[in-house]
T-cell receptor, first 113, second 116 residues
Framework: EAQVTQNPRYLITVTGKKLTVTCSQNMNHEYMSWYRQDPGLGLRQIYYSMNVEVTDKGDVPEGYKVSRKEKRNFPLILESPSPNQTSLYFC????????????FGPGTRLTVL | AQSVTQLGSHVSVSEGALVLLRCNYSSSVPPYLFWYVQYPNQGLQLLLKYTTGATLVKGINGFEAEFKKSETSFHLTKPSAHMSDAAEYFCAVSSIIPFGNEKLTFGTGTRLTIIP
């Protein structure tokens, strides 16, 4: 089954404790991206990747890191999480770029205390 | 820079009535426009998209949208609302800029409630 998977689905952590949210797709897509969803703000793009070893900032990259060492994986790293990073996070992938249909993961709900 | 404005964060319609969700965009180059739907506790899924060509785009579940360049709009409609249409709807814009950013920009969303 073609899908985007994220882990964990739910995470509660404390300020400053490094964490990684994994994202994996099995569709051989080139484009992958991370979004955060907050009430009243919709989805905002954090980072995106056009292919292996090619990443770029979205609209809200501060406090986040990403890497793309393999085509299928695109982890999101919070090196020192803060309460304002409490949010619902979505990973998405598409065949080639941002103009293609995006396939979204199920989401990761993160709470930073 | 590109942006999306969705008018109305909450819309309520009666079952069987017309659904109209509004979206206006801003883009310096020809846009690619999308509507995505998010059901409770799920990720987003594509309803329909406009790339080039025909300005009236038909999507899944009876939804359609019309691209109006002069009005910079891409409103979503459905002739007759069904209870299963209750969800949050997001309009999004992207564009191809040679050697430019490959961003996808979403609106703030419209929560659609269907009244029995």
């Amino acid at each position: 089954e073609a899908q985007v998977t994220q882990n964990p689905r739910y995470l509660i952590t404390v300020t400053g404790k490094k964490l990684t949210v994994t994202c994996s797709q099995n569709m051989n897509h080139e484009y992958m991206s991370w979004y955060r969803q907050d009430p009243g703000l919709g989805l905002r793009q954090i980072y995106y990747s056009m292919n292996v070893e090619v990443t770029d900032k979205g609209d809200v990259p501060e406090g986040y890191k990403v890497s793309r060492k393999e085509k299928r994986n695109f982890p999101l790293i919070l090196e020192s999480p803060s309460p304002n990073q409490t949010s619902l996070y979505f990973c998405a992938s598409s065949f080639r770029d941002s103009t293609d249909t995006q396939y979204f993961g199920p989401g990761t709900r993160l709470t930073v205390l | 820079a590109q942006s999306v404005t969705q008018l109305g964060s909450h819309v309520s319609v009666s079952e069987g009535a017309l659904v109209l969700l509004r979206c206006n965009y801003s883009s310096s180059v020809p846009p690619y426009l999308f509507w995505y739907v998010q059901y409770p506790n799920q990720g987003l899924q594509l309803l329909l998209k406009y790339t080039t060509g025909a300005t009236l785009v038909k999507g899944i579940n009876g939804f359609e949208a019309e691209f109006k360049k002069s009005e910079t709009s891409f409103h979503l409609t459905k002739p007759s609302a069904h209870m299963s249409d209750a969800a949050e709807y997001f309009c999004a814009v992207s564009s191809i800029i040679p050697f430019g950013n490959e961003k996808l920009t979403f609106g703030t969303g419209t929560r659609l409630t269907i009244i029995p």
